[in-house]
Protein backbone atom coordinates (compact mmCIF):
# COMPACT_ATOMS: atom_id res chain seq x y z
CA UNK A 1 0.00 0.00 0.00
CA UNK A 2 1.37 3.30 -0.58
CA UNK A 3 3.00 5.30 2.17
CA UNK A 4 0.38 8.13 1.72
CA UNK A 5 -2.24 6.01 2.09
CA UNK A 6 -0.64 4.44 5.28
CA UNK A 7 -0.17 7.66 6.83
CA UNK A 8 -4.49 8.43 5.93
CA UNK A 9 -5.44 5.34 7.71
CA UNK A 10 -3.13 6.12 10.78
CA UNK A 11 -4.39 9.46 10.86
CA UNK A 12 -8.40 8.34 10.83
CA UNK A 13 -7.51 5.80 13.12
CA UNK A 14 -6.02 7.66 15.78
CA UNK A 15 -9.07 10.43 15.50
CA UNK A 16 -11.37 7.95 15.94
CA UNK A 17 -9.26 6.47 19.23
CA UNK A 18 -8.91 10.59 20.53
CA UNK A 19 -12.69 10.48 20.13
CA UNK A 20 -13.16 7.24 22.24
CA UNK A 21 -13.45 4.79 20.11
CA UNK A 22 -12.05 1.11 20.96
CA UNK A 23 -11.07 -0.27 17.46
CA UNK A 24 -9.56 -3.76 17.30
CA UNK A 25 -6.90 -4.06 14.73
CA UNK A 26 -5.34 -6.47 12.77
CA UNK A 27 -2.69 -5.56 11.34
CA UNK A 28 1.10 -6.51 10.65
CA UNK A 29 2.77 -2.88 9.82
CA UNK A 30 4.72 -2.77 13.42
CA UNK A 31 5.25 1.32 13.42
CA UNK A 32 1.13 1.56 13.12
CA UNK A 33 0.50 -1.06 16.16
CA UNK A 34 2.44 0.39 18.40
CA UNK A 35 1.57 4.07 17.78
CA UNK A 36 -1.83 2.97 17.82
CA UNK A 37 -2.29 0.26 20.50
CA UNK A 38 -3.07 0.19 23.98
CA UNK A 39 -2.98 -3.12 24.36
CA UNK A 40 -1.11 -5.87 21.92
CA UNK A 41 -2.24 -9.58 21.44
CA UNK A 42 0.05 -11.57 19.04
CA UNK A 43 -1.13 -15.11 17.82
CA UNK A 44 0.21 -18.18 16.21
CA UNK A 45 -1.40 -20.73 14.38
CA UNK A 46 -4.66 -18.67 15.63
CA UNK A 47 -3.45 -19.11 19.53
CA UNK A 48 -2.89 -15.59 21.57
CA UNK A 49 0.72 -16.15 22.65
CA UNK A 50 1.34 -13.19 24.29
CA UNK A 51 -0.48 -9.78 25.30
CA UNK A 52 1.18 -6.94 26.45
CA UNK A 53 1.33 -2.88 26.88
CA UNK A 54 3.12 -1.84 23.80
CA UNK A 55 6.12 -0.52 25.88
CA UNK A 56 6.13 -3.83 27.62
CA UNK A 57 6.46 -5.73 23.78
CA UNK A 58 9.49 -3.12 22.77
CA UNK A 59 11.08 -4.13 25.83
CA UNK A 60 10.72 -8.11 25.33
CA UNK A 61 13.71 -9.17 23.11
CA UNK A 62 12.45 -12.84 23.44
CA UNK A 63 9.16 -12.39 22.60
CA UNK A 64 10.21 -10.42 19.44
CA UNK A 65 12.69 -12.73 18.43
CA UNK A 66 10.56 -15.77 18.46
CA UNK A 67 6.92 -14.35 17.21
CA UNK A 68 8.35 -11.13 15.36
CA UNK A 69 11.52 -12.07 13.57
CA UNK A 70 11.12 -12.82 9.89
CA UNK A 71 13.21 -16.24 8.70
CA UNK A 72 15.18 -16.25 6.59
Known amino acids: MAPIILREIRNNIGQLKRSGFSI ?3 EQNFPIVF ?7 IL ?3 TIVYGSTPKDLKDND ?3 TKYL ?3 G
Open 24 to 26: PLV
Open 35 to 41: ALGNYIY
Open 44 to 46: SKG
Open 62 to 64: EVK
Open 69 to 71: SVA
